[in-house]
């Protein structure tokens, strides 16, 4: 065999020893969503303690009574949702202030206080289910005004916050 | 043939085989978005511990190794009915040695990359990305799969 055949033999078999070191191989995941309708929340009821007397608690329960605070919210039939809430210390008139000592809750998947799941509010974050796709959310609480409380309209807002989870 | 070629064959079959036992690419976690509001886009980095999705690679030390993605531009909704674009940037892919000290490798997941196994003969690849889901996009389960092909050298 002549210098140059060893030497193209050779080459062909250096050239198939790279080849045959470079190997491919693969793998898979998958990317993936779960997408949901956004969550609607809506006023339902205002929480109305009505006329309340200086140096007299006041309380309105969430889970019976015209005057409880109701939230409205929609959601996906079927999804979990956590609900929490950015709640006063204080309902204010102008520069006076009633504290509110206490606040209380309930929800349900009916527009009904009757058998609603009552929680703590004030609590951290509760966990509910959109059922049919609908939630209803109870608000109570209790009043403190003072005994030298002046008069006037008091108010504030109370936040909830839901989502998915 | 000469002997000297018969070995240099030989050489490549029983070197090409002992690689092949060496090599290892295997998907190790989804890309998951988890909940997504339709008409909120939601991005998740690559960083992410629990929603990246991540590859292990494994090879020899010392070794050379070039990836690529093959990534998906739309999500689908599993029984039909829906689509969701997914989207990726560059640094939403880094690729991490497991010897202590190694150092991220961030990379455009739409790219290749070559990588040398330094340390260790292994490596785990972790990948992010988008998506925005329209207003109108039906609720549902979305999916499609991530292919991470890799050429050992």
Redesign the interface.
Known sequence: ?SKFM?YA??V???T??T????????????????????ITIAQGAELDFGNVLPGVNSTVAASSGATAGRFDLTG?SGANVNVSFTLPANLTSGANSLPIGSWTACHNTSASQAGCTGFTPSAGTTSANFVSGALYVYMGGTVSPAGLQPAGLYQANVTLNAA?? | MPRCATFLMLAAFLLARSLAGQTQVSGVRDLAFGIVIAGVPTTVAPTDPVKSGQFYLRYVTGGRVRVRLTLPTTLNRVGGGGTMPISFRNGDAFILGTAPGSVPNPFNPGGMLNYRFTGSPDANLYLGGRVTPAAATPSGTYTAPVILTATFF
């Open positions: 065999m060893k033999v050779a062909a078999a250096a198939s020893l080849a045959a070191a470079a190997q491919a191989q693969s793998g898979n995941i998958n990317a993936k969503a779960t997408v949901l309708a956004p996906v998915y989870f």
